[in-house]
């Protein structure tokens, strides 16, 4: 799978949009982008994912250029609770498991 | 919806001590189930995977076993804990492959002193 590069941190205040760039400068052209999103002390939580085209869901909108070399995660109003480290993660279909790295810390500030 | 049941919540062993961590699921059949550790402070690493009853592929060399006695149920084992064992233990269902998402259990947080 691409390797991503995220920031290890950012800070949003509260009611305000999130915005989560990441890096995959080498995906391939069958690797999708997925987002995961970890609060303390409990497991991964599914975001979106996607391929080519911007998906949105009732959770948030994922934007990957057109080169599909980096992609955006957008919380359209982040509250408190969406305080947790992101995960940007490129996997090929072909692969059984998700690879995990850093993520990015979001604090979302009152 | 599928759900993902975890226990222990939390369990702090004593090094050499065994090990059982269980992982039920509902709201689906024939799961692919996976086994995931983490180290504090570090992302997740794919320990064991299962697509059916009695089928266990393993990803890394661990001190760690996994069993699937039943369609929905996934064990993971030791007979003799490490301090390195410990970590946040989480199992979870997806896809064998495909462009689907992978869903997440609550985890269990193992201290091996």
């Known amino acids: 799978d691409a390797k991503t590069t995220q920031p290890t941190s950012m800070d949003c205040a509260e009611g305000r949009a999130a915005n989560l760039p990441c890096n995959h400068s080498?995906?391939?052209?069958?690797?999708?982008v997925y987002w995961y999103r970890q609060i303390h002390s409990q497991g991964p939580q599914y975001i979106i994912h996607?391929?080519?085209n911007n998906e949105t869901n009732e959770m948030a909108s994922l934007i990957i250029t057109e080169d599909r070399k980096s992609s955006t995660l957008i919380l359209p109003h982040a509250t408190l609770r969406d305080t947790a480290v992101y995960y940007c993660?490129?996997?090929?279909?072909?692969?059984?498991?998700?690879?995990f790295g850093s993520g990015t810390r979001l604090q979302v500030q009152p | 919806s599928q759900t993902i049941h975890q226990w222990p919540a939390t369990l702090v062993q004593p090094v050499g001590s065994p090990l059982s961590l269980e992982c039920t699921v509902e709201?689906?059949?024939?799961?692919?189930l996976y086994w995931y550790r983490q180290a504090a402070g570090r992302g997740l690493q794919l320990l064991f995977y299962?697509?059916?009853?009695?089928?266990i592929s393993s990803e890394v060399p661990q001190n760690l076993s996994a069993s699937r006695p039943q369609d929905r149920q996934f064990i993971l084992s030791s007979k003799k804990l490490l301090l390195s064992d410990s970590g946040f233990y989480l199992c979870?269902?997806?896809?064998?492959?495909?462009?689907?998402?992978?869903?997440f259990g609550p985890g269990t947080r193992l201290t091996v002193t």
């Open positions: 299962s697509v059916g009853i009695g089928q």
């Open positions: 979870a269902l997806g896809p064998w492959r495909g462009a689907r998402e992978q869903y």
């Open positions: 996607g391929l080519k």
């Open positions: 709201g689906t059949s024939n799961p692919n």
């Open positions: 993660i490129v996997r090929d279909t072909g692969r059984r498991a998700l690879t």
């Open positions: 080498t995906i391939s052209g069958n690797e999708y």
